[in-house]
Structure formats: C-alpha cells, structure tokens
C-alpha cells in the first residue's frame, strides 16, 4: 500500500517561499500527484497536479522528479491567508484495488 | 453552478445505530469518492464511484456501504456504528474517470457524532 510521508508542520514568514515535499513510495504508475489545501471546518481545496516534472499555476509549483517517489510543493511569497493544512494525494493500486491516499498533512503557520 | 453539497451538515446517532449521508456532485460530474477525516488526521479514502460502478474502496469494515445513483448523487451508509466512526465525511466529485488525475472537488463534509 502506498504511504506517504509529510512533515507534521512547517513556519514561515510573510513573502517567503515555502516547500513541503512528501514522500511516497508504491505510487500507481498512471497516477497524478494532487496537493490541496485545507482551513479548519472546510474540505480540501485543489492547488495544483502534475505527472512528472515540473508544473506550474498560478499559485504553486510543484517539482516531481523523474522516480515520482516524492513531490515538493512550492509556495511562492506566502502570505498570512496560506495558513492552512496542506495533503499531498496520490493513487494506490496494492492488492489490485484502487485507492487514493491522502499525506498525514503539514500544517503550515505563516507570521508577520 | 453550485459546488459539491452534502447533506446532512451535522448528525448525532447513538452507537448501534445507522446513518445515511448524501452527497450531490457538481453538475456533470460522474464521479464521487467518499472519505472519512478525523479530527487532526488527513481524510482517509473510503470509496470512490464512476458511473454507478464503485472503482475504489479503502481499508474500512463492510459496515461502511455506498452507492451511486443514475442522477450521479451518491449516499454513504454506515451500519452498527461505533464511538470511533465521529468524523467528518467528505464527498468529493470530479469530472470523469478515477484516479488522482483528475481534479476532485470537495463538499463542506457532514460532521458525525456518535455518542
């Protein structure tokens, strides 16, 4: 079964960039690595997916590397609104059923 | 065009109970995937549905059912619940297909007590 490693949390300062990487071996091999963002009493909102490489909106990067076995997202210039809780999500196909796995999430506190 | 919504947004049941959660997917969606978040843990998956067929499930008892409706709507059915199943149920629809690839929108989630 897949598993997927974050750290627990992470402090930054306004306009710093932040990036939480995760871990995760046993990725499906056709999955896309998502990362969302979560406030307090919402469901997870999407920032940004990719398959390999490097991908880029307009909020985020997201850096894969070419073995997919872990992800870093890079928050550029965050603000006091990026606090939040962030999960990497990924596909799993162990025991020949799909599952999607969410991170144990990192909670970033961004200060003034 | 209105977002994932679920119904309810807060239940209480006793243990030994049954609770039915529902879940309506955005206009066009065909796929929704159902997880369990407790407090200070990431949302752990449970199923996911496309087109009325389950294509997922997580590592949950056979107390935790679902289905998927023709209209794409879905319910969640958890039977003989027990104190451990007080979470928040997140439903989350996406445009079509499975897998992480494509982009899941999450509903505000139904908050379930079990006392």
């Known amino acids: 079964l897949a598993k997927t490693t974050q750290p627990i949390s992470m402090d930054s300062y306004e306009g710093q960039e932040v990036n939480i990487t995760c871990s995760h071996n046993?990725?499906?091999?056709?999955?896309?690595i998502t990362w969302y963002q979560q406030f307090p009493s919402q469901g997870p909102r999407f920032i940004i997916q990719g398959y390999k490489t490097k991908v880029t909106n307009e909020v985020a990067s997201l850096f894969i590397p070419a073995d997919r076995k872990s992800s870093t997202l890079s928050l550029p210039r965050v603000s006091l609104s990026d606090t939040a809780v962030y999960y990497c999500?990924?596909?799993?196909?162990?025991?020949?059923?799909?599952?999607?796995?969410f991170g144990s999430g990192t909670r970033l506190l961004v200060r003034p | 065009d209105a977002g994932v919504t679920q119904s309810p947004t807060h239940l209480i049941k006793t243990r030994g109970q049954q609770v039915t959660l529902r879940c309506s997917p955005i206009?066009?969606?065909?796929?929704v995937s159902w997880y369990q978040q407790v407090l200070g843990q990431g949302p752990q998956f449970i199923f996911q549905?496309?087109?009325?067929?389950?294509?997922g499930r997580g590592n949950f008892p056979d107390r935790f059912s679902a289905r998927q409706f023709p209209n794409y709507s879905s319910e969640l059915n958890v039977n003989a619940l027990l104190l451990g199943d007080s979470a928040l149920y997140l439903c989350?629809?996406?445009?079509?297909?499975?897998?992480?690839?494509?982009?899941?929108?999450f509903g505000p989630g139904t908050r379930l007590t079990v006392l």
């Open positions: 999500l990924v596909g799993d196909m162990a025991d020949s059923s799909y599952k999607l796995i």
């Open positions: 206009s066009g969606h065909k796929s």
């Open positions: 989350a629809s996406s445009l079509v297909g499975t897998g992480a690839y494509n982009e899941q929108f």
């Open positions: 549905y496309y087109e009325k067929e389950e294509r």
């Open positions: 046993n990725i499906a091999t056709n999955d896309y």
